[in-house]
């Protein structure tokens, strides 16, 4: 299939917006005698007037040989085969064009329901660029000889705000359902929408991302809502019914929960816009906070050994579908039971605004708010008592034992 060969000046890219690192990678692939080009998130954004996070490379050099030529490199992977080369500031990802045929040993395996379980069959860009899962993200670019190489239309997808499977929306769903959440993340990041004929797809499949190791979901998750576009992927994955196979566990339904979570996210939103620090463990202490507040009973009583047990649970269930890293968990489940020491306003509680977690714990409580209306003068108080000096916080909690 003869592509569509665009020069770079007719979408206003040039090779001063790569990065240098990743322009050294190509020149120096280019030079040993490699085709190598910028593919996927890295010119799309370029085309759309965005500056990439990254940039990721294709190559027709195998991961051995590219191991070889960088000494600052790694190969990581065994499903998915590809080479990390490392610079102090900037990992660029390299990988090597994929064929997508069956082979004789075991570089590809398809299992009987059609999911890949490996796909290490090298082969050209022409089959590479059908391997590849959406047709925005299937655009190479070759600095050098300033081209931009388009075999799948998907230059007029991006004007036309599609995401549009590479190929039968079916099949590639069957082949590695996570790309149902990759749909999503980037119609929630780009505004688009996903093409009317994968949605029946995404209907039948969606159930079977619980399938997927649990570490590649969380991955996937955590791009959803930290990346400054989690508002929109709540919406989607909501109206997809992809976020209750995420979160099983917690009644999501009810409209009070809804009114939560989307303050949440328009608040994390904001957060990114202001170059602030995300934590993927506040995330999910949002997410799983419905199930605690009903399971625990914290609305109506505190029983310090229920709300423990709880909040393990529900954090253990989870972990069977989203492998939550050990040091956000700890995060969540301090974030949670400092709920509780907010109830306790005593001589303990100047320590406790000065504790670790307290800040955390405290834009919880804020988020609480839209569960909880009658915290609002518990709010208050803390408000105020948090950024008061030390005298001032001895003359609140005097008055707070007066009453």
């Not at 660029?92 to 490996?118: A, H, Y």
């Not at 306790?344 to 504790?355: C, L, R, T």
Request: contains cysteine.
């Amino acid at each position: 299939m003869a592509p569509q060969i665009y020069s770079e000046k007719r979408f206003g890219v040039n090779s001063n917006q790569l990065s240098k690192n990743a322009l050294g990678v190509i020149d120096k692939l280019q030079q040993k005698g490699f085709d190598a080009y910028i593919v996927g998130g890295g010119i799309r954004d370029l085309i759309k007037g965005l500056q990439p996070k990254d940039f990721d490379i294709a190559t027709n050099c195998q991961p051995e040989e590219i191991r070889k030529l960088f000494k600052n490199s790694r190969i990581i992977g065994r499903r998915f085969q590809l080479v990390h080369i490392t610079f102090p500031n900037e990992i660029v990802e390299t990988t090597t064009f994929r064929s997508g045929k069956s082979s004789n040993d075991d570089s590809m395996q398809i299992n009987d329901g059609g999911r890949i379980l490996r796909d290490n069959v090298w082969g050209t860009q022409e089959e590479d660029v059908f391997r590849r899962d959406f047709t925005i993200n299937s655009i190479y670019y070759d600095p050098f000889s300033k081209e931009i190489i388009d075999y799948t239309a998907g230059i007029k997808d991006l004007k036309s705000k599609v995401i549009k499977f590479i190929g039968d929306p079916e099949q590639r769903i069957k082949e590695d359902p996570v790309r149902i959440l990759r749909a999503i993340r980037f119609a929630a990041k780009l505004n688009f929408k996903i093409e009317k004929r994968a949605l029946p797809a995404i209907k039948k499949y969606r159930a079977q991302i619980t399938d997927m190791p649990p570490a590649r979901v969380y991955e996937e998750i955590a791009k959803l809502f930290l990346l400054g576009h989690s508002e929109n992927s709540y919406c989607l994955l909501k109206e997809l019914g992809v976020l209750q196979i995420l979160f099983p566990h917690t009644n999501l339904n009810k409209e009070r929960y809804d009114t939560f979570f989307t303050n949440a996210f328009r608040d994390t939103d904001e957060r990114f816009k202001q170059n602030k620090k995300l934590n993927p463990g506040f995330l999910f202490a949002t997410l799983l906070w419905p199930k605690v507040f009903e399971e625990s009973e914290i609305e109506t009583k505190i029983n310090f050994r229920k709300f423990y047990q709880t909040t393990a649970n529900v954090i253990r269930r989870q972990q069977l579908i989203t492998a939550i890293p050990r040091r956000f968990t700890s995060f969540i489940k301090d974030v949670w039971m400092y709920q509780i020491r907010f109830n306790k306003i005593g001589k303990k509680s100047i320590s406790f605004s000065q504790s670790l977690r307290f800040r955390a714990a405290y834009d919880f409580l804020l988020i609480r708010k839209q569960l909880e209306p009658d915290l609002e003068e518990r709010i208050n108080w803390w408000t105020e008592f948090k950024t008061a000096n030390y005298d001032k916080k001895i003359r609140l909690l005097k008055l707070k034992r007066k009453r």
